[in-house]
T-cell receptor, first 115, second 114 residues
Framework: GDSVTQMEGPVTLSEEAFLTINCTYT??????LFWYVQYPGEGLQLLLK?????DKGSNKGFEATYRKETTSFHLEKGSVQVSDSAVYFC??????????????FGQGTTLQVKP | KAGVTQTPRYLIKTRGQQVTLSCSPI?????VSWYQQTPGQGLQFLFE???????NKGNFPGRFSGRQFSNSRSEMNVSTLELGDSALYLC?????????????FGPGTRLLVL
């Protein structure tokens, strides 16, 4: 079945460091891919998404490119801030039959940014 | 537009009881999905409702059920609570539930079963 694998955390970086969080997926079809972020005590917020191969999603300095050949959707940011400290989830939505409204999530990666 | 709202935000129940959680989607959104978040299992899909019909269901026991009303508000119910049901329950809404649509999440209901 469909699945998402994220790099394990926690990831601890100094402010202004470069961030990469790896995400790979397994899907039978051509899924849409998402990165969500969860701040302490809150629900999930969409960070960015890509709905077809080679699409690049970007938001707030974060970027991810949908790579079909490597089944990957790695999250990157050139210079992290303390306010980026949160849990990041990679997710997919498979357009296969009957898969409405269903996101499949990775395990989440905790990012801590130190001043 | 107002975001997705969930009530209550916190609940404490004892084993064997039942609980009902409520979710109001963004205005105009007709699809509501529910997820369970636990430290051990992560985020798992429970079910999705669209136009008062359950269209998709995750791998959870029959103790977990839901419904949707004509105004798209949704409720989920858990009967005969077990300790393992302690979790953050999140709902999300989209216009039609199609895979490419962004799901907008509420703040969640944190359920503690004692």
């Amino acid at each position: 079945g469909d699945s998402v694998t994220q790099m394990e955390g926690p990831v601890t970086l100094s402010e202004e460091a470069f961030l990469t969080i790896n995400c790979t997926y397994t899907a039978t079809g051509y899924p849409s891919l998402f990165w969500y972020v969860q701040y302490p005590g809150e629900g999930l917020q969409l960070l960015l998404k890509a709905t077809k191969a080679d699409d690049k999603g970007s938001n707030k300095g974060f970027e991810a490119t949908y790579r079909k050949e490597t089944t990957s959707f790695h999250l990157e940011k050139g210079s992290v801030q303390v306010s980026d400290s949160a849990v990041y989830f990679c997710a997919l939505s498979d357009p296969g039959s009957g898969n409405t409204g269903k996101l499949i999530f990775g395990q989440g990666t905790t990012l801590q940014v130190k001043p | 537009k107002a975001g997705v709202t969930q009530t209550p935000r916190y609940l404490i129940k004892t084993r064997g009881q039942q609980v009902t959680l409520s979710c109001s989607p963004i205005s105009g959104h007709r699809s509501v999905s529910w997820y369970q978040q636990t430290p051990g299992q992560g985020l798992q899909f429970l079910f999705e409702y669209f136009s008062e019909t359950q269209r998709n269901k995750g791998n959870f026991p029959g103790r977990f059920s839901g419904r949707q009303f004509s105004n798209s508000r949704s409720e989920m119910n858990v009967s005969t609570l077990e300790l393992g049901d302690s979790a953050l329950y999140l709902c999300a809404s989209t216009p039609t539930g199609q895979p490419q649509e962004t799901q907008y999440f509420g703040p969640g209901t944190r359920l503690l079963v004692l």
